[in-house]
T-cell receptor, first 110, second 112 residues
């Protein structure tokens, strides 16, 4: 089954404790992205990647890192999470037309 | 960078009526405009998209129109049904699959 998966789906952590949210797609898509969704602010792009080892900043990259060592994986890294990074995070992949979103990761930083 | 504005933020219609959601964008280089539907607690799902080389696209009860000169595009849903109730997002990009800028979303409520 073609899909985008994210793990974990829910995470509660504390300020400053490094965490990684994994994203994987099995559709051989070149493009992958990370978004955060906050009430009243819609979806904002954090980082995107056009292929292996090619990444670029989106609208709100501060406080986040990404890597694209393999085509199928695009992890999101928060080196020192802060409460303002509490949000719903979506990973997405694209074959260059449309984007397929993962199920989301709800992150709470205390 | 690109800025996308979406109106209205909430829309309530009676079942069977039509619904129209409008978006404007700022970057004249944008040429790909998708629309997403997000049901409560679920992920956004692509429902229709349009490229700048066409002015209108239809898929059953939904249609999208694009006016590149005025830099606005709209989603039209006809014969609305309760299952159309969701949040709808427009977006714009200079290339499909590339960096997408989303509008703020429209909560559509279809009353039976």
């Amino acid at each position: 089954e073609a899909q985008v998966t994210q793990n974990p789906r829910y995470l509660i952590t504390v300020t400053g404790k490094k965490l990684t949210v994994t994203c994987s797609q099995n559709m051989n898509h070149e493009y992958m992205s990370w978004y955060r969704q906050d009430p009243g602010l819609g979806l904002r792009q954090i980082y995107y990647s056009m292929n292996v080892e090619v990444t670029d900043k989106g609208d709100v990259p501060e406080g986040y890192k990404v890597s694209r060592k393999e085509k199928r994986n695009f992890p999101l890294i928060l080196e020192s999470p802060s409460p303002n990074q509490t949000s719903l995070y979506f990973c997405a992949s694209s074959p260059a037309v449309g984007q397929f979103f993962g199920p989301g990761t709800r992150l709470t930083v205390l | 960078g690109e800025n996308v504005e979406q109106h209205p933020s909430t829309l309530s219609v009676q079942e069977g009526d039509s619904a129209v959601i409008k978006c404007t964008y700022s970057d004249s280089a944008s040429n790909y405009f998708p629309w997403y539907k997000q049901e409560l607690g679920k992920r956004p799902q692509l429902i229709i998209d349009i490229r700048s080389n066409v002015g209108e696209k239809k898929d059953q009860r939904i249609a999208v129109t694009l006016n590149k000169t005025a830099k606005h595009f709209s989603l039209h849903i006809t014969e609305t049904q309760p299952e159309d109730s969701a949040v709808y997002f427009c977006a714009a990009s200079i290339r499909a699959g590339n960096m997408l800028t989303f509008g703020g979303g429209t909560r559509l409520m279809v009353k039976p």
